[in-house]
């Protein structure tokens, strides 16, 4: 993802439109909240848990990948779980499920389909309808989440075409929006403009 002049917004980017055969189930924006931290939670436990399998068979890098995006999830969770919080303060967030990891080239493909159904379908229409209720906070935080996770996709969708040919490229974690950047050559968040120091690396 390039790094642009001005942040992207709903307003200045173009790939904020929802796919026609969308299966997202729209609510109120609380409720939308409510439910992308579900997913969101039992994403970040799934790639847990495919870094464990990852590992187990050999592919340390991939295992170091799915971790960051672990975390990255985490990161989702705890801005829409802040949101949530503010209209009911006594909000509990979701246990993470109890998930296991199958062959690494088919968790890759698995992790790509549901970081692109979040970044085309999901957050994409959760936008709408924050924006339709006038919630510039909540169309925020889901167009940051949607912006990282295409990201997300695109690595996985990497690592499983180089599977058989790694590199040793780190993996960088904005704290701020969850962005990963692959290697050393950058200077920021392309999302949020977080400087590369604040970056955590896996």
Known sequence: MKVRDVMPTVENTHNFDIVPDSHTQVGTTLENLKAAVIGETGASAKYAAFAKAAREQGYEQIARQFEATSAAEQIHIGLEAGLIAQEEPDYVKPEPP???GAATDV???SGA?????????????FIKKAQEEGNAKAVQVFSRAKLAEAVHAELYLESYNNIDAPDD?????????GYIHKGD???KCPICFMPKDKFRKF
């Not at 389909?113 to 229409?125: A, C, F, H, W």
């Open 98 to 100: 109890d998930m296991s």
């Open 107 to 109: 968790n890759l493909i």
């Open 113 to 125: 389909l549901g970081e692109i159904y979040e970044t085309s379908d999901m957050y994409p229409s």
């Open 169 to 177: 490229d780190a993996y960088y974690l904005c704290p701020v929006c």
């Open 185 to 187: 050559d950058f200077e």
